[in-house]
Nanobody, 118 residues
Framework: QVRLVESGGGLVQAGGSLRLSCAAF????????MGWFRQAPGKERKFVIG????????DYADSVKGRFTISRDNANNTVYLQMNSLKPEDTAVYYC???????????WGQGTQVTVSS
């Protein structure tokens, strides 16, 4: 059974930075595509950023390009989301996801709240 656990969320002022972590238990991430999604209040969950299992390919939502980056530490079975130049519209619950095939997300974390104040 795979379990993904996010951490690192919190309250930050606009223009600030946060780094989210997603630790995996029960499965090695070395051959697993990883992604981050977010869901703002009253809105649908949306894709934010993803990385292939090789780490060679990454995808970004237009709204976060140039501000967010994803990285993976396979040795520690952890994926990170570095968020810079945060804006109030980045406020959401952020979810980590994993899948055998990129774009098919089989496993989800419980989410971590990110709140950006203006």
């Amino acid at each position: 059974q795979v379990r993904l656990v996010e951490s690192g969320g919190g309250l930050v002022q606009a223009g600030g930075s946060l780094r989210l972590s997603c630790a995996a238990f029960g499965r090695t991430l070395s051959r697993t595509a990883m992604g981050w999604f977010r869901q703002a209040p009253g809105k649908e969950r949306k894709f934010v950023i993803g990385i292939s299992w090789t780490g060679d390919n990454t995808d970004y939502a237009d709204s976060v390009k140039g501000r967010f980056t994803i990285s993976r530490d396979n040795a520690n079975n952890t994926v990170y989301l570095q968020m810079n130049s945060l804006k109030p519209e980045d406020t959401a619950v952020y979810y980590c996801a994993a899948g055998d095939n990129y774009g098919v997300w089989d496993y989800w974390g419980q989410g971590t709240q990110v709140t950006v104040s203006s």
